[in-house]
């Protein structure tokens, strides 16, 4: 039986066979079906604003990171076939026609000249000394043309600068010479590396690296890099390398920027040269021909390769190793892969598989879908599928298989105890031959369905997708940490500790929403998933290199942590396509390696390699300027005006980084004296209708793959106004000047005036103080010596009756001091702001008192006193004289016997009702003389009050007078 289960469960099949085919890397292809006008290539080239230009068999093309500009007969070529570009200082492109001459392309008009050379191969294009246009000719000699005076003049060369072009080397007389001008310097070697004479097929084989650095092929099968000694002007070998294939070095050298290495292209592919090692880069490796035409580095570090026939090629990543079915694997979709003793241990759903030293192995078992492998430092193997629990020796021999019917998730090592996950029985420990499911000693559970483990300093971490993360601790304790506690999100896919951090752990833990950094136990930091930090639906990776610097890995990008802010790498685009998805991440801190297990196989991605070094800036470049279908040159360093009608602008930009065109980006800002808008330009657009009159200012960035941004351009733009519109602004501005002007002139005008009406109203105030004073003195005074006057003349008609006359100077005497008094109260009165009603009652009362002992007539006095009855000081006066007046009137015109006075309040309202029973008179007729009543009608005015006279001949006088409180 034992036989049995091990034949069917243990059995390894070695399907061996070595992964040739193994794929390590990836190019962006640019053929006549992206645009290219010919998939003949002859030169890649770009120039200073960071287009790159293809020398096409038919024409010459332009890409600008979304389309190519072609030019040919059409644009003014005289032929199409280019093979030579160049550009000079003035920013002019220079173009070598096979049997067309030379012609300049300014970006608007093209010029042709030399026709006569037509025949002649232009090997060399540059600028001399003097900034002049020179044209190398024909390999063997020295002849050129200089371009003078907008023509090309023929010349040959005395000396060359050795630091600008590459020295042509030739064979001539069975010795291998350099060409300088009319110097031909042979070259020595400091040993014989030949066995047989050199052939002038030599020619073929040699390339100049620098001015003292030479490619030679050696042999049929060996290469060697030379360099010149300076002091003996011999040739040294410093190393060489054995090829497969004997191949001819074709005219295409470069160095690549960032490996330090050099590209050199032949019949057989592309050898990348440096001092450790040759590759050879052929068809296996993804090139579409080995017969290589040229080869350009652009200013991104960018690898061009144009094969002929196969248009042109650009190396996007170069340190990524993919194994799928044609390398072995029987099931593409994988579910786990980690190293182990330089082992590549794949789980799958049709079993386990191994890469050790480029062979694959194969371990089927029963039921396959394998979702996770480990193995210990004894070699044995953990394996774990969605039924089962499997222990293998270093055989590959089953030790041991337990029933899982929940499925195992992850397997760790941790604390000297085996853990393994499950999806439905929480976490178990393997011991004693058994699995013990810890979570039955706990009250508090973080959940039976477990995701992933980790494991770092701070203990054993178990993931989820719906209860966050719990810490295992080494003593055995857990804690437990979800949204509850500051976590983005309850499903996490990853923890990782922070190096260095022992002492004070830092934990950051990935989850679906972004990452939260954990210290002593408390979140104190996250950041979010979104377009400007991290891009994506989860994090499924976070590691720290050898260096210590931090990768994150969503599952569309691969990033590093730059101080605050996450950047993307960008030859790590390729991986992320519509139908390729990651279903696990790990990181193996011995190899340095990121270990992807994906839909469509394994990847492994040196670390090493990874090109995350801050790259250049993008460069932007304004393509064109339309109102609305017309284009429109514009400088950007002047306003541009448009008059009304042009408010609406199309701006098209170019963004020159081919790190990863898909993934460029314009970004702007418009601000006007209103408002500032920002955001992304749309297909490389700006579009901006009906916009208002006024000034603009647009600021635009280019944004590469890695977001890294352009420096800023700023072009300013102002809406004019129409010309009614300036018209009627500047007779608005007109009118408002004119009533500026009108307005200083009325203010003026009107300050004299106001101070002719000051001086008027001063006076008038004068006059009526005098007619007040007038008043008084009649009212008051007047009536006081009145009734002195009046005592008098009865005392001189009592001649004989000395008692009556004592009496009545008795009384005048009394009388005096009263009206004195009566001067002093009118005095205090008008010195006085308010008064109370009652003290105006009494002041009546008391003069009516003084008349009635005078005159000896009956007076009937009634009045209502309320103290909280206010009254102002003019009311107060102007009342009492008015009393007085009637009393005055009484005495000279009435003769009455009997007098009422009633003083009546009633609301807010006060009224003085004063009857006599005399002879009356006409109210109708207004006599001359009577100032009495013009005073009491003057009177009643200036306080706003009511005055109302009734009178009957020989009946009586009825008089009264209503005025309203003080609030």
């Known amino acids: 039986m034992r036989l049995i289960i091990v034949f069917y469960f243990s059995l390894f099949f070695f399907i061996s066979h070595f992964l040739s085919a193994q794929k390590t890397i990836f190019f962006e292809n640019y053929t006549t079906t992206q645009g290219l006008p010919s998939n003949y290539v002859f030169q890649i080239f770009q120039d200073r604003q960071g287009f790159m230009w293809f020398a096409t068999e038919k024409g010459a093309s332009r890409y600008d990171g979304k389309k190519f500009m072609n030019l040919s007969i059409e644009n ?56 002049q246009v020179q044209i190398y000719v024909n390999e063997m000699d020295s002849l050129s043309y200089v371009f003078k005076n907008n023509t090309f003049v023929q010349t040959y060369l005395k000396e060359i600068d050795k630091s600008d072009i590459y020295p042509k080397i030739y064979v001539d007389k069975n010795q291998i010479v350099q060409n300088y001008g009319e110097q031909k310097v042979p070259i020595l070697f400091e040993k014989p590396i030949f066995n047989t004479n050199i052939s002038q097929d030599m020619i073929s084989n040699f390339y100049a ?86 080869i350009f580095v652009d200013y991104e570090k960018n690898v061009w390769i144009s094969a002929f026939g196969d248009g042109v090629q650009k190396i996007i990543s170069e340190n990524i190793n993919v194994y799928n079915q044609q390398d072995g694997l029987t099931y593409e979709d994988i579910n786990d892969v980690n190293y182990s003793k330089n082992k590549l241990i794949i789980g799958h759903k049709k079993g386990l598989q191994i890469i050790e ?240 297990a994906t839909s469509k196989g394994v990847c492994t991605i040196d670390v090493h390699k990874i090109k995350y070094l801050a790259t250049s800036t993008p460069k932007l470049y304004l393509l064109r300027v339309k109102i609305d279908s017309t284009e429109k040159n514009i400088d950007i360093n002047e306003i541009l005006k448009l008059n009304h009608l042009e408010n609406n602008i199309r701006f098209e930009f170019a963004n020159l980084s081919f790190l990863n065109e898909k993934e460029n980006k314009i970004l702007f800002q418009l601000e006007t004296y209103k408002s500032t808008q920002k955001g992304f330009a749309e297909n490389m657009q700006l579009n901006f209708q009906n916009l208002e009159t006024g000034k603009y200012t647009l600021t635009v960035w280019a944004v590469d793959s890695n977001q890294v941004l352009s420096e800023k351009m700023v072009i300013n733009f102002e809406i004019l106004s129409s010309f009614w519109l300036k018209f009627l602004y500047f007779f608005i501005f007109f009118i408002c000047f004119l009533g500026f002007i009108f307005l200083i002139m009325w203010y003026y005008s009107n300050k004299n005036l106001l101070k002719k009406t000051k001086e008027v109203y001063i006076l008038q105030k004068i006059q009526a103080e005098r007619q007040r004073i007038s008043q008084d003195l009649h009212d008051n005074i007047g009536s006081q010596l009145t009734y002195i006057l009046h005592t008098l003349d009865e005392i001189q008609h009592k001649n004989n009756e000395i008692n009556e006359k004592k009496s009545l100077f008795s009384s005048l005497k009394l009388f005096t001091k009263e009206t004195i008094r009566s001067l002093r109260e009118t005095i205090w009165v008008m010195n006085k702001e308010n008064i109370f009603a009652s003290e105006l009652i009494i002041r009546i009362k008391k003069h009516t008192l003084q008349y009635e002992e005078a005159t000896k007539n009956k007076i009937n006095f009634q009045s209502d006193i309320y103290n909280d009855f206010y009254l102002t000081s003019q009311q107060s006066l102007q ?89």
């Open 879 to 967: 009342v009492f004289r008015i009393t007085q007046e009637i009393f005055t009137n009484i005495i000279k015109h009435s003769f009455a016997t009997e007098i009422s006075i009633k003083i009546l309040i009633e609301n807010d309202f006060l009224t003085l009702q004063i009857s006599d029973n005399g002879l009356g008179f006409d109210t109708s007729i207004n006599k001359d003389g009577h100032y009495g009543l013009k005073n009491m009608a003057q009177r009643s005015k200036e306080i706003d009050a009511d005055l109302h006279i009734e009178s009957q001949q020989n009946i009586g006088t009825n008089i009264s007078i209503t005025l309203k409180r003080v609030l």
């Open 357 to 596: 030293n480029q062979i694959v192995s194969s371990l089927i078992l029963e039921e396959g879908n394998i979702r996770v492998a480990k193995q210990n430092e004894k070699g044995e193997m953990y394996v774990g599928s969605f039924e089962n629990f499997f222990i293998l020796n270093e055989k590959g021999e089953i030790k041991q298989k337990i029933r899982e019917g929940r499925g195992t998730s992850d397997i760790a090592f941790f604390e000297n105890d085996i853990y393994l996950s499950t999806f439905g029985n929480s976490v178990g420990i393997f011991e004693n031959n058994k699995i013990n499911y810890i979570f039955e000693n706990f009250n508090e559970k973080t959940g039976t369905l477990i995701e992933r483990m980790t494991k770092n300093n701070a203990g054993l971490w178990w993931h989820t997708y719906t209860n966050g993360v719990s810490l295992w601790t080494k003593n055995k304790e857990i804690i437990n940490f979800s949204t509850k506690n500051g976590l983005l999100s309850n499903q996490v896919y990853y923890v990782y500790e922070q190096k260095n951090t022992e002492k004070n752990p830092i934990i950051w833990i990935g989850t679906d929403k972004g990452i939260s950094i954990l210290n002593e136990n408390k979140v104190i930091k996250n950041y979010k998933i979104d377009n400007k930090i991290l891009v994506g639906i989860k994090i499924l990776l976070i590691f720290q290199n050898e260096n210590e610097d931090f990768f994150v890995l969503t599952d569309k990008y691969l990033y590093i942590k730059e101080q605050e802010n996450f950047r993307k790498l960008g030859d790590f685009f390729f991986l992320f396509d519509k139908d390729l998805h990651i279903n696990k991440a790990n990181f193996d801190e011995n190899n340095q390696k990121i270990l992807l």
């Open 76 to 131: 003014g070529l005289p032929k199409n076939m280019i093979h030579k570009i160049f550009q000079d200082s003035q920013n002019n492109i220079w173009f070598y026609v096979y049997e067309g001459g030379i012609c300049r392309y300014n970006g608007k008009e093209m010029k042709c000249f030399l026709p006569n050379i037509s025949r002649k191969y232009a090997w060399n294009i540059r600028e001399n000394n003097e900034k």
């Open 209 to 294: 690296l620098h001015f003292n650095f030479f490619l030679l092929k050696i042999n049929k099968n060996e290469v060697g890099v030379f360099r010149q000694n300076i002091k003996t002007h011999f040739f040294e070998l410093l190393y060489s390398f054995k090829v497969k294939d004997d191949f001819i070095f074709r005219n295409s050298i470069c160095r690549d920027k960032f490996t330090e290495s050099y590209l050199v292209g032949s019949n057989k592919g592309v050898f990348m040269i440096s001092p450790t090692q040759m590759t050879q880069i052929t068809e296996k490796d993804g090139l579409n021909n080995n017969l290589i035409q040229n």
